[in-house]
């Protein structure tokens, strides 16, 4: 069974700070995705990366960096945290393309 | 426009019926994925379809790319089914980025 982790579960951050968002599989994938969910949006993709040291921007970058360190880790940061950066967010792994893409249980951040 | 149109937006069913959900395309989909975000928000996997049918249990999921589309039946409703389904397409490359619809919120009723 795939396996992705997210962590931390909840968050709570203020207007400015830095907040960092991490994210571990253990599935040997290639590829690993950050999406934002909000209601009446659906899921939208913020950046991905095909593997370590890649990043690339996805659908709606801005505000947001990523790093990719290693095959397993794939962090979504947040330099200036905004209330509008409320959300949950997932993540997710898949391999290469073409491939289905399995989901960690997702990231709850709230910014007042 | 949305890139995937998924309808309804939400529907509620009495336990032990059947539905259709149903998601179209304007993007040149390659393989289609179907979840189940359940009550606790988490998302998951139903059905990953390249053009074709496939079939778990009381779910049955159909992808047609050549009119652009997919449908998910649900046989024999039961509470468990309830939560929001999601379609996302993947109009191909290395990269595999989904395009997610906005979901169909399913309420099954005793």
């Known amino acids: 069974e795939a396996a992705v982790t997210q962590s931390p579960r909840n968050k709570v951050a203020v207007t400015g700070g830095k907040v960092t968002l991490s994210c571990n599989q253990t599935?040997?994938?290639?590829?690993m995705y950050w999406y934002r969910q909000d209601t009446g949006h659906g899921l939208r993709l913020i950046h991905y990366s095909y593997g370590a040291g890649s990043t690339e921007k996805g659908d709606i970058p801005d505000g947001y960096k990523a790093s990719r360190p290693s095959q397993e880790n794939f962090s979504l940061i947040l330099e200036l945290a905004t209330p509008s950066q409320t959300s949950v967010y997932f993540c997710a792994s898949g391999g290469l393309g073409g491939q289905e893409q399995y989901f960690g249980p997702g990231t709850r951040l709230t910014v007042l | 426009g949305d890139k995937v149109k998924q309808s309804p937006s939400a529907l509620s069913l009495q336990e032990g019926t059947n539905s259709a959900l149903r998601c179209n395309f304007s993007?040149?989909?390659?393989?289609v994925q179907w979840f189940l975000q359940n009550p606790r928000g988490s998302l998951i996997n139903l059905f990953y379809l390249v053009p074709g049918t496939k079939e778990n249990g009381r779910l049955k999921s159909a992808f047609d790319s050549k009119e652009s589309y997919s449908t998910l039946h649900i046989r024999d409703a039961q509470l468990e089914d309830s939560g929001t389904y999601f379609c996302a397409a993947d109009s191909g490359g290395s990269n595999a980025k989904l395009t997610f619809g906005k979901g169909t919120k399913l309420s099954v009723k005793s």
């Open positions: 599935n040997n994938h290639n590829n």
């Open positions: 993007i040149a989909a390659t393989t």
